[in-house]
């Protein structure tokens, strides 16, 4: 309800009721995704619709969803929100790394796995080929950063 009021010499006031709308886009699947699906673009489609009758944790852009993985499966059509997303991993348990240790005029870099899990900067331990276990800092493409 609004209250509208008049100060003039007839002083008054009116309740109206109002219903209040806001139109925009919000990001929606495309299909079904299983609980763990990373998102590409081919998973998500710009939808239009009022965005009131959604959480505040509803998605707008595209660059907030691709390339994390679900929480939780979702049906076709379904709204994508921030708390059904996690980030994907940057390294797997298992996956072959690089181990790079970088210093004043000097790198040295060898293969080794993953012992674990790890996101994108977080810490994570690695077995070298010797069978040594050296922790570093998780980066894209399988590198640990062991310069510490």
Same mark, same amino acid.
């Given at each position: 309800?609004?209250?509208?009021?008049?100060?003039?010499?007839?002083?008054?006031?009116?309740?109206?009721?109002?219903?209040?709308?806001?139109?925009?886009?919000?990001?929606?699947?495309?299909?079904?995704?299983?609980?763990?699906?990373?998102?590409?673009?081919?998973?998500?489609?710009?939808?239009?619709?009022?965005?009131?009758?959604?959480?505040?944790?509803?998605?707008?852009?595209?660059?907030?969803?691709?390339?994390? =993985?679900?929480?939780?499966?979702?049906?076709?059509?379904?709204?994508?929100?921030?708390?059904?997303?996690?980030?994907?991993?940057?390294?797997?348990?298992?996956?072959?790394? =690089?181990?790079?240790?970088?210093?004043?005029?000097?790198?040295?870099?060898?293969?080794?796995?993953?012992?674990?899990?790890?996101?994108?900067?977080?810490?994570?331990?690695?077995?070298?080929?010797?069978?040594?276990?050296?922790?570093?800092?998780?980066?894209?493409?399988?590198?640990?950063?062991?310069?510490?």
């Amino acid at each position: 309800m609004i209250g509208v009021r008049c100060l003039g010499p007839a002083n008054w006031t009116v309740y109206v009721q109002v219903n209040i709308s806001v139109t925009g886009n919000f990001l929606a699947s495309t299909r079904t995704l299983p609980s763990g699906t990373m998102l590409t673009s081919d998973d998500i489609a710009v939808r239009s619709g009022d965005l009131t009758t959604f959480p505040n944790s509803i998605l707008t852009d595209p660059t907030q969803a691709i390339g994390k =993985r679900l929480r939780a499966g979702i049906m076709s059509g379904a709204p994508l929100r921030s708390d059904l997303l996690v980030a994907s991993w940057a390294i797997l348990q298992g996956q072959t790394v =690089r181990t790079v240790a970088n210093g004043s005029g000097f790198s040295v870099s060898s293969e080794g796995k993953a012992i674990s899990n790890a996101l994108d900067g977080q810490v994570v331990q690695v077995r070298t080929s010797s069978g040594q276990i050296v922790s570093g800092i998780a980066k894209p493409n399988g590198i640990v950063d062991v310069s510490h």
